[in-house]
Nanobody, 126 residues
Framework: QVQLVESGGGLVQPGGSLRLSCATP????????IGWFRQAPGKEREGVSC???????YYAESVKGRFTISSDNAKNTVYLQMNSLKPEDTAVYYC????????????????????WGQGTQVTVSS
């Protein structure tokens, strides 16, 4: 069983930054996608960003230019650097991993991800 460990959430003022981390110990696959999703109260879970096994990255339009996803294979950890945060970024953020080759038309599909983290709260407020 793969257990994802997320960290880095918190309260930040508008315009501030946070870095989320997702440790993926024990997960191995020739092809994989590691994604970040978020869910705000009363809204559906939405894809924020994804990094594929070929290091291709994908972003939701709402976060392009502000968020950056990266991975450290030696640490089995994926990061989401979030800059210029806005109140509308407030949500619970989830890390997920899946054994599939992510492309532009698939990375947002929740059902393709095999494992999910417990979520970390990000609140952007003054």
């Amino acid at each position: 069983q793969v257990q994802l460990v997320e960290s880095g959430g918190g309260l930040v003022q508008p315009g501030g930054s946070l870095r989320l981390s997702c440790a993926t110990p024990g997960f191995n696959s020739a092809y994989y996608a590691i994604g970040w999703f978020r869910q705000a109260p009363g809204k559906e879970r939405e894809g924020v960003s994804c990094i594929s096994s070929s290091k291709t990255t994908y972003y939701a339009e709402s976060v392009k230019g502000r968020f950056t996803i990266s991975s450290d294979n030696a640490k089995n950890t994926v990061y989401l650097q979030m800059n210029s945060l806005k109140p509308e970024d407030t949500a619970v953020y989830y890390c997920a991993v899946g054994r599939f080759y992510a492309i532009a038309t698939t990375w947002r599909r929740n059902v393709l991800y095999n494992y999910w983290g417990q979520g970390t709260q990000v609140t952007v407020s003054s």
